[in-house]
């Protein structure tokens, strides 16, 4: 497949990025759970702690901003959870596509070109029996294969747009949530199911904005950064941090580079795509006959030329040979953060499969 060339270096020459730029970019890696986070925030790009809040309440009402909240790992929450691909006849595709949007564990679900025309991620909890759930939406919403495609080893999530525009294709840093963080045998306390049903919420962007969840938890600012520290080193809290809407923030296009590296070298392969600053998303994936992809990884941008540009610059660097594929997105069906512990799941589940999970 061929895709656009990745551009020439072009950071010496970019003029440096505004303080509000830096700020954007700043509160999608994490914001510190302390009275006034913000304020620390702006004095690190060098704004006060209000002409911060005006920005953040401005790109919030501009639908810049979707939220800010705590991103939770839902393996070690106890969750099972998994991409899953579906093929579909055409015409019979949106309809299709909304039975599956009913499943409250369902987040994400779009349209992609390929014969696997519909993607979706979909999480439940310990007790459930995901390929039970996933089974019934086959069945209910007339899809011809699904395929589960859960994840094997992720050597990357965090999604970080670059507000500046300045960035090279071909940055890197290192990951900062990988397999390694999660602890697959952590026990959830009562006080970390509380903390997830009052962190998982929008919160708001005011000087304190942890005050409403401190209170609720009958705990101090100081007790309650003591605990996400706790919930932090178990991998159960990957951080708390600002979410931007794709679309609204200029970033139109996705591209999911699928590769087809061999078992021997993923461990490697994968490392080294994880360390690409535009890939959001990596993980290994499971192959199935029709299906040869190994490696999976997620890239943004304002153009399909910028999307496609970065996985070629992926491409050149990492996998020169490789066959490989760029999926990419038609129409988006879902996109909601995965909330925990909702009643409205178990509601579908007895529904449907006549358990309570």
Same mark, same amino acid.
């Given at each position: 497949?061929?895709?656009?060339?990745?551009?020439?270096?072009?950071?010496?020459?970019?003029?440096?990025?505004?303080?509000?730029?830096?700020?954007?970019?700043?509160?999608?890696?994490?914001?510190?759970?302390?009275?006034?986070?913000?304020?620390?925030?702006?004095?690190?790009?060098?704004?006060?702690?209000?002409?911060?809040?005006?920005?953040?309440?401005?790109?919030?009402?501009?639908?810049?901003?979707?939220?800010?909240?705590?991103?939770?790992?839902?393996?070690?929450?106890?969750?099972?959870?998994?991409?899953?691909?579906?093929?579909?006849?055409?015409?019979?595709?949106?309809?299709?596509?909304?039975?599956?949007?009913?499943?409250?564990?369902?987040?994400?679900?779009?349209?992609?070109?390929?014969?696997?025309?519909?993607?979706?991620?979909?999480?439940?909890?310990?007790?459930?029996?995901?390929?039970?759930?996933?089974?019934?939406?086959?069945?209910?919403?007339?899809?011809?294969?699904?395929?589960?495609?859960?994840?094997?080893?992720?050597? +990357?999530?965090?999604?970080?747009?670059?507000?500046?525009?300045?960035?090279?294709?071909?940055?890197?840093?290192?990951?900062?949530?990988?397999?390694?963080?999660?602890?697959?045998?952590?026990?959830?306390?009562?006080?970390?199911?509380?903390?997830?049903?009052?962190?998982? +919420?929008?919160?708001?962007?005011?000087?304190?904005?942890?005050?409403?969840?401190?209170?609720?938890?009958?705990?101090?600012?100081?007790?309650?950064?003591?605990?996400?520290?706790?919930?932090?080193?178990?991998?159960?809290?990957?951080?708390?941090?600002?979410?931007?809407?794709?679309?609204?923030?200029?970033?139109?296009?996705?591209?999911?580079?699928?590769?087809?590296?061999?078992?021997?070298?993923?461990?490697?392969?994968?490392?080294?795509?994880?360390?690409?600053?535009?890939?959001?998303?990596?993980?290994?994936?499971?192959?199935?006959?029709?299906?040869?992809?190994?490696?999976?990884?997620?890239?943004?941008?304002?153009?399909?030329?910028?999307?496609?540009?970065?996985?070629?610059?992926?491409?050149?660097?990492?996998?020169?040979?490789?066959?490989?594929?760029?999926?990419?997105?038609?129409?988006?069906?879902? +996109?909601?953060?995965?909330?925990?512990?909702?009643?409205?799941?178990?509601?579908?589940?007895?529904?449907?499969?006549?358990?309570?999970?």
């Amino acid at each position: 497949m061929t895709a656009p060339a990745a551009p020439t270096p072009q950071a010496a020459h970019a003029p440096e990025p505004s303080a509000r730029e830096q700020l954007l970019n700043r509160i999608q890696r994490d914001i510190p759970i302390v009275q006034r986070p913000y304020a620390r925030l702006a004095e690190e790009v060098g704004l006060s702690e209000a002409e911060a809040l005006a920005i953040l309440r401005e790109v919030k009402a501009e639908g810049v901003l979707r939220q800010v909240s705590a991103i939770f790992d839902t393996r070690t929450l106890g969750y099972q959870s998994s991409l899953v691909a579906a093929v579909y006849d055409e015409n019979h595709l949106d309809a299709g596509a909304e039975v599956v949007n009913t499943h409250p564990g369902v987040s994400h679900n779009y349209k992609r070109n390929h014969d696997f025309n519909l993607w979706y991620t979909i999480a439940v909890p310990p007790e459930s029996n995901l390929e039970a759930h996933v089974q019934k939406l086959h069945e209910l919403s007339g899809a011809r294969l699904t395929r589960l495609m859960p994840t094997l080893h992720l050597f +990357k999530i965090g999604v970080e747009f670059d507000m500046t525009g300045k960035e090279d294709w071909n940055a890197k840093a290192k990951p900062q949530y990988t397999s390694e963080q999660r602890n697959i045998g952590y026990q959830v306390t009562d006080l970390d199911r509380a903390f997830v049903l009052e962190f998982q +919420k929008d919160l708001p962007v005011t000087e304190e904005p942890y005050a409403e969840a401190c209170a609720a938890l009958g705990l101090s600012i100081d007790e309650v950064a003591a605990h996400a520290e706790k919930m932090k080193a178990a991998g159960a809290l990957r951080r708390v941090s600002a979410v931007f809407r794709h679309q609204k923030a200029g970033f139109t296009f996705n591209a999911m580079g699928v590769w087809a590296v061999p078992q021997e070298q993923v461990a490697e392969v994968g490392r080294q795509m994880a360390e690409f600053k535009a890939v959001s998303h990596c993980y290994l994936r499971p192959t199935y006959p029709e299906w040869p992809y190994t490696i999976f990884t997620m890239v943004h941008g304002r153009s399909k030329e910028e999307a496609f540009g970065k996985i070629k610059a992926i491409e050149e660097e990492v996998a020169p040979g490789i066959d490989h594929a760029i999926l990419y997105s038609t129409k988006e069906y879902k +996109k909601i953060r995965l909330e925990f512990y909702k009643p409205e799941f178990y509601a579908w589940a007895k529904e449907y499969l006549g358990t309570e999970a």
